[in-house]
């Protein structure tokens, strides 16, 4: 599950377009079409019924409802950390990539084998320091991230007021630079 800067000066202006963790603003934690799924981002992809509800945008990614344990999870965990922001959330929707298709699975079998390169780089069963992070983006951001990488993000929108590059938050602290 990847974690998708921080640039929350217009938070409670935008807030409606729901930061994103491969989240995005839509509906809030929506339950109406709760069916029962397990996505899985290792080896095969699905390891149960997807969700029939469109995907954020065709490429692969998936709604969690609300009662999913990663959505719980995440939605709880973004929420407190928020702290007093935390009320302004009024759309949430968590996606999870379910890595169907070559291209994907071959991206997963990458990564897995990079952070195994690390761990033996790190003295044997050594910690490859892979850790999750908030990255604050609009829906057709995350869209373009999932596509293509951070690295094909187009010109920030603040025009580069903050510099060119990524800016990602710990785990813990999303409004945290």
């Not at 892979?130 to 995350?142: G, H, L, P, Q």
């Amino acid at each position: 599950m990847a974690y998708t800067g921080n640039q929350y000066n217009h938070l409670e202006k935008d807030l409606h377009k729901a930061p994103t963790v491969f989240a995005s603003g839509s509906t809030s934690l929506d339950t109406a079409n709760d069916k029962e799924s397990v996505v899985s981002d290792c080896e095969s992809g699905v390891s149960g019924p997807c969700f029939a509800q469109p995907s954020l945008c065709n490429n692969g990614l998936v709604q969690l409802c609300s009662g999913d344990k990663a959505h719980d999870l995440i939605t709880r965990r973004f929420l407190s950390n928020l702290g007093s922001m935390a009320v302004h959330i009024k759309d949430l929707t968590i996606q999870k990539n379910c890595f169907a298709g070559v291209t994907w699975q071959a991206r997963l079998q990458s990564f897995q084998i990079f952070i195994k390169a690390m761990e033996k780089k790190c003295g044997g069963g050594g910690d490859a320091n892979v850790k999750y992070a908030w990255c604050a983006a609009t829906r057709d951001e995350i869209c373009k991230i999932v596509e293509h990488g951070f690295g094909h993000c187009g010109l920030p929108k603040n025009s580069g007021l903050y510099g060119h590059g990524i800016y990602l938050s710990p785990d813990d602290s999303p409004m945290e630079r």
